[in-house]
DNA sequence: TTTGCTTTTTGATCTAGGTCAATGGATGGG
DNA sequence: CCCATCCATTGACCTAGATCAAAAAGCAAA
């Protein structure tokens, strides 16, 4: 499980024996079943978590209870509710596994810690969260200028195998259309071949 | 102008005058006037900037050759194109002044050598960066789940100032709602009080 | 297998908001 | 001060995608 993301750490940076040690020392691992919740809307979020096995969601749930995915997080990503946890105040999102999953969970000590001892780490974190807001950007460029068919199409290229991991309903939910709507694209995209 | 952003600055951490020459040595102030470019599409972003005074917006044009604004930046804001200028390569959006402005440049050395010395400016940066990630997931949200009426009243609640100061097509357009919609909301609201 | 979900598909209808077009202010450059 | 251009408003109409309703598949537990 740490392998995983050693494998993802030494992507960006050289990690040596006793950074890892330092590194298994701070991350708790954690199992999570499909279903498992992480995160309730209103707690305080404590961790951000990397996944090594399996696909967590971060979603909320609007006033009139519609559930609105805002991010996929399979194998090698990171997720939490702020970029980052900081401040402690709560959370205005949900997570949640959707498949089993394996997870570590890292708390702000254990990330301050990371990013004073390893400068690798401190530069794969900035990095990260630079690619994190071009997408978030990007998503919301989307939204103002795509329709539903150009965003269904744009994620099945972008997220090809989340896209095929995840029921539809969900990726309707992430793209802001309803299932339906998904169903008639696909239909459609279907007899056109 | 330094001024304004040593005020900034002092919001967050305390600015020693060692601190501040050192600051003044970085950045580099531009005057704008209204309409001046910042950054084109396709160019690499080689600065951030810092608004002293006036206001900055960015932007992409579709492929239909409309305009779609992606932020707003007024005083004590920063804007580049990556939050944080990051890797080379070329950017997607433009930024230009919509009022006469002046602002602070800062390169991506600069950045990161007031990172290295002032631990505080870190600081600010990454919760900054946590700020702008929380309210960028509100914007995705907010366009997944709300209503043009509902999004445009809470971006009159949220940046007042901002929706005083800026044309009305121009906020339609950060909306991703057409001008006309603006303004029968507008009709309609003024007629219910 | 059967029973009972949860998902997906399909059809019929409805509506928020877009598009097109025309008018009347603003406004700023010369 | 005047002209040209850009902006906001209003009306008529239209379309993408939502909503509602109901089959049909899948799938999982027992």
Do not use: C
């Amino acid at each position: 499980m740490f392998e995983v993301l050693r494998a993802y750490f030494e992507n960006s940076f050289p990690v040596t024996e006793e950074s890892f040690a330092l590194i298994k020392s701070i991350l708790v691992p954690k199992t999570m079943t499909k279903g498992d919740i992480l995160l309730r809307e209103g707690e305080v979020a404590k961790y951000g978590a990397f996944v090594a096995k399996g696909m967590l969601r971060s979603y909320v749930i609007d006033n009139k209870g519609k559930e609105h995915i805002i991010q996929f997080a399979p194998e090698n990503w990171w997720i939490s509710d702020k970029t980052g946890l900081t401040d402690g105040s709560p959370s205005t999102f949900f997570i949640d596994a959707i498949e089993d999953s394996e997870i570590l969970l890292i708390d702000m000590k254990g990330h301050l810690t990371l990013i004073e001892k390893l400068p690798g780490y401190a530069a794969s974190f900035r990095t990260g969260i630079q690619k994190r807001t071009a997408a978030k950007d990007q998503r919301i460029v989307a939204s103002l200028t795509e329709t539903a068919k150009e965003r269904y199409n744009d994620f099945l290229k972008t997220y090809p195998t989340i896209a095929q991991r995840v029921p539809q309903h969900m990726l309707a939910s992430y793209l802001g259309i309803t299932p339906e709507t998904v169903s008639r694209i696909r239909k459609q995209a279907s007899r056109k071949k």
